[in-house]
């Protein structure tokens, strides 16, 4: 377990990039349980607050950032953010 403190901007990256991988998974049929479980734990997690995630919680946050962040340097985009997120992970 790591303890990860959550500013809104963190949570709201954590939520846009984990909410597409749900969707992608659950529109595959594989089992959503694991990011569902994730989306629900960030989002009651107060602002500003201390959160403990496993590893494994932690690679999935890290696939789904990094993939937001590629996403956005495609569409040439503003990544700074995101990138701040990642380092926070490591």
Same mark, same amino acid.
């Given at each position: 377990?790591? $303890? @990860?403190?959550?500013?809104? +901007?963190? *949570?709201?990256?954590?939520?846009?990039?984990?909410?597409?991988?749900?969707? /992608?998974?659950?529109?595959?049929?594989?089992?959503?349980?694991?990011?569902?479980?994730?989306?629900? $734990? @960030?989002?009651?997690?107060? +602002?500003? *607050?201390?959160?403990?995630?496993?590893?494994?919680?932690?690679?999935?946050? /890290?696939?789904?950032?990094?993939?937001?962040?590629?996403?956005?340097?495609?569409?040439?985009?503003?990544?700074?953010?995101?990138?701040?997120?990642?380092?926070?992970?490591?």
């Amino acid at each position: 377990m790591r $303890k @990860i403190k959550l500013t809104r +901007a963190y *949570k709201s990256i954590l939520l846009k990039a984990l909410a597409p991988y749900y969707c /992608r998974e659950k529109a595959l049929g594989h089992s959503t349980e694991k990011p569902g479980r994730l989306i629900l $734990k @960030i989002n009651s997690v107060p +602002a500003d *607050k201390r959160a403990s995630f496993s590893v494994e919680e932690i690679h999935l946050m /890290r696939i789904t950032i990094n993939r937001l962040r590629n996403e956005r340097l495609a569409k040439g985009q503003y990544t700074d953010a995101a990138d701040d997120m990642l380092l926070k992970l490591f």
